[in-house]
């Protein structure tokens, strides 16, 4: 009997150190992200890139896995503004790879990784990558029937099809978009008429 209750209690210590640990490292992942964001500079750039390091080989549930996506995503966005253009890539890559494999949702993944990151592939020239990661941000808010993602998908498609040389295709979205602006427009008017 003292045996057994000793497994038990050793059971539940384990359960409880691990549930505990778990919420520790989320906590430990969001504050690694305030503190970055609150003081954005190349020194904060390179302290939360190792921490990013750590983290990444601990993640284990799927809070955990979110809140790297977070920190992935406010590294990119730094790493973009602050013309590190390649850096920004691999932080938004890492971000969408973490994201997709895991099916993990409650954040606007399209707003703070996949537009910036369709935005990178245009300005480096990768057009193919450009053209891919806009669609499926297309997709995703078409799906959600998310019109001025859509909307402004379409818009950075165009540029993309315009840079290349497509000018046909880059007109016909511009007139896709023209078209579904003005129906939004119209249902506008008639919800308040009503």
Not at 52 to 76: H, Q, R
Not at 179 to 184: E, F, H, I, M, S
Request: with cysteine.
């Amino acid at each position: 009997m003292v045996k057994f209750l000793k497994k038990i209690y050793f059971f539940l210590f384990s359960l409880f150190t691990t549930i505990g640990f778990s919420q520790n490292l989320e906590d430990q992942i969001y504050n690694a992200i305030d503190s970055f964001v609150a003081n954005a500079n190349p020194n904060s750039l390179q302290k939360l890139n190792e921490k990013e390091v750590s983290f990444s080989n601990l993640v284990a549930t799927n809070d955990e896995k979110l809140a790297l996506v977070i920190l992935y995503c406010n590294k990119g966005s730094y790493e973009m503004k602050n013309n590190k253009q390649k850096n920004a890539i691999t932080s938004y890559e890492k971000a969408w790879n973490l994201f997709t494999k895991n099916n993990l949702s409650n954040y606007d993944i399209i707003e703070y990784c996949l537009k910036p990151l369709g935005t990178l592939y245009t300005k480096t020239g990768n057009f193919t990558l450009a053209e891919n990661t806009i669609k499926k941000y297309i997709f995703i808010a078409e799906k959600e029937n998310y019109q001025p993602t859509i909307i402004s998908g379409y818009i950075n498609l165009s540029i993309v099809y315009k840079t290349i040389g497509n000018h046909k295709t880059a007109l016909e979205l511009l007139q896709k978009v023209a078209k579904t602006k003005t129906l939004l427009q119209f249902k506008r008017k008639e919800l308040k008429k009503k």
